[in-house]
């Protein structure tokens, strides 16, 4: 079946750094997905991704969705607090529909 | 305001028990969906329903048991036959299939 990995599982990060978490897939997608979890709380969109080599920007966040569409990224820049939380990716492999979720990125921040 | 309520916000289960999660949305989504969550883990699908009277399972059904019986309403009951309930359960809904996903506040079931 289809996997979807992500790493690092955890990343901890100086306030104003930037880092980039990573999302792969075993199988071609049809789009890419990326959520945010706030610690005690649910999953929350954050962005959809559907075009090969797709860059799209939200703030601080930069999300790419690789040319071969079976790899994404999303980069922060100057990281601040409000960024702690779980980020997944997810997608739908082509000729299906159901959402298949990554592992998360486990983001802290140290002040 | 629209969205997805779930409740309860914690439940607790006897052995032998079979409890019920209720999901309810006036999204007017079609697809309706069932989430795990386990510490440190991903979503792991249980099961997901594209129409009314129609849902299939997902990775993890064993255990499980669903209905949509209306579009608005989706619950999901942990059955006896569930050894390892303890987990996070999220539900969510799409407009269609594939699409972005809202996702409610979650139920936190425990094993007494």
């Known amino acids: 079946g289809q996997q979807v990995m992500q790493i690092p599982q955890y990343q901890h990060v100086q306030e104003g750094e930037d880092f980039t978490t990573y999302c792969n897939s075993s199988?071609?997608?049809?789009?890419i997905q990326w959520y945010k979890q706030r610690p005690g709380g649910h999953p929350v969109f954050l962005i959809q991704l559907v075009k090969s080599g797709e860059v799209k920007k939200q703030k601080r966040l930069t999300f790419q969705f690789g040319e071969a569409k079976k790899n994404s990224s999303l980069h922060i820049t100057a990281t601040q607090t409000t960024d702690v939380g779980t980020y997944f990716c997810?997608?739908?492999?082509?000729?299906?529909?159901?959402?298949?979720f990554g592992a998360g990125t486990t983001v802290t921040v140290r002040a | 305001d629209g969205g997805i309520t779930q409740s309860p916000k914690y439940l607790f289960r006897k052995e032998g028990q079979n409890v019920t999660l209720s999901c309810e949305q006036n999204l007017n989504h079609d697809a309706m969906y069932w989430y795990r969550q386990d510490p440190g883990q991903g979503l792991r699908l249980i099961y997901y329903?594209?129409?009314?009277?129609?849902?299939q399972k997902g990775d993890i059904a064993e255990g499980y048991s669903v209905s949509r019986e209306k579009k608005e309403s989706f619950p999901l009951t942990v059955t006896s036959a569930q050894k390892n309930p303890t987990a996070f359960y999220l539900c969510?809904?799409?407009?269609?299939?594939?699409?972005?996903?809202?996702f409610g506040d979650g139920t936190r079931l425990s094993i007494l």
């Open positions: 199988t071609t997608l049809s789009n």
């Open positions: 997810a997608g739908p492999p082509r000729n299906d529909y159901k959402l298949s």
């Open positions: 969510a809904s799409s407009i269609v299939e594939a699409g972005s996903q809202h």
């Open positions: 329903s594209q129409i009314v009277n129609d849902f």
